[in-house]
């Protein structure tokens, strides 16, 4: 689902112009060189920052794809497919740009939702099938909740009536029910995951953050350290460690691992605030 999304960025890249910028079939164009060999400022150079800032986001380097959304924008509103607000408004989030991450999540919201005045992003990004539907508004549904925006009980109402019908449909839907604060359904699909997947990384992480998120950090600690075993170069895993950690109050051992979950992704919000550790 996530090559997808950025096989859809990257179709709209300049065709012509400098040999650093051409594309060709099975050779990942190196978009950072691209836009240097660009004229400043360019129409071409913003859209090849565009395309650079996607990768920095779907490698999880937030702090890069925020500067490089920024610097493709300039001074003036940037506006494309589904694909670029999701994932930039999921950058602000993450970087703590509230404001600017429900803006992009609503443009997001009204392009799914086929509003008129969004028909031609609906173009420009194509056909969105039932799993980059579900993938896109588990993007946004958290902005737009933590946001207090109007759209969200639409595109609430939307997600829940898509099918679960996959091991990834019950790992999504958890996660969002995560973020949304509904624990108890959240758990319910996650198990569902974990049984299909036991060894799978992501779907341990998440089960562990939210067993803690549920007030049940002990019980969660076993999964993330599973997680940590098979992907400990994922801030998010150290993360969850660090919060399962300091809820079962062995603290030393959480600050440790809240301060590798900030060498790994020093430009999340989330692993900047402190964990609470009471001493057990």
């Not at 998010?236 to 062995?250: K, P």
């Not at 020093?266 to 057990?280: H, K, S």
Request: aromatic share 6%; charged share 20%; glycine share 8%.
């Amino acid at each position: 689902m996530i090559a997808l999304a950025l096989a859809l960025s990257l179709t709209a890249a300049p065709q012509e112009g400098p040999a650093a910028c051409e594309m060709a079939p099975g050779v990942a164009t190196d978009w950072a060189a691209c836009a240097e060999a660009l004229p400043e400022g360019s129409p071409q150079q913003r859209l090849a920052r565009l395309n650079q800032a996607t990768e920095a986001y779907l490698n999880r380097d937030y702090g890069a794809a925020e500067r490089l959304y920024d610097a493709a924008a300039g001074e003036e509103a940037v506006y494309s497919d589904v694909w670029l607000h999701a994932f930039r408004g999921d950058t602000y989030q993450q970087v703590g740009r509230g404001k600017d991450a429900v803006a992009d999540a609503r443009i997001a919201w009204l392009i799914l939702s086929d509003d008129p005045a969004w028909a031609a992003a609906r173009e420009m990004g194509g056909e969105v099938n039932e799993d980059a539907r579900r993938f896109l508004l588990s993007l946004i549904l958290p902005i737009l909740k933590k946001g207090r925006d109007a759209a969200f009980e639409p595109a609430f109402a939307a997600y829940r009536a898509l099918p679960v019908k996959d091991v990834d449909g019950h790992a999504n839907l958890a996660l969002v029910l995560e973020q949304l604060g509904d624990f108890d359904g959240a758990l319910e699909a996650s198990l569902v995951a974990i049984k299909a997947e036991p060894t799978n990384p992501g779907y341990l992480n998440n089960h562990c953050y939210i067993l803690v998120r549920a007030g049940r950090p002990a019980e969660g600690l076993p999964f993330c350290e599973k997680a940590v075993q098979g992907a400990p170069e994922v801030a998010a895993v150290r993360h969850s460690l660090a919060a399962a950690l300091a809820g079962a109050g062995r603290c030393a051992e959480a600050g440790a691992a809240l301060a590798e979950a900030r060498r790994l992704d020093p430009a999340t919000v989330l692993y900047q605030q402190p964990i609470a550790c009471p001493a057990g």
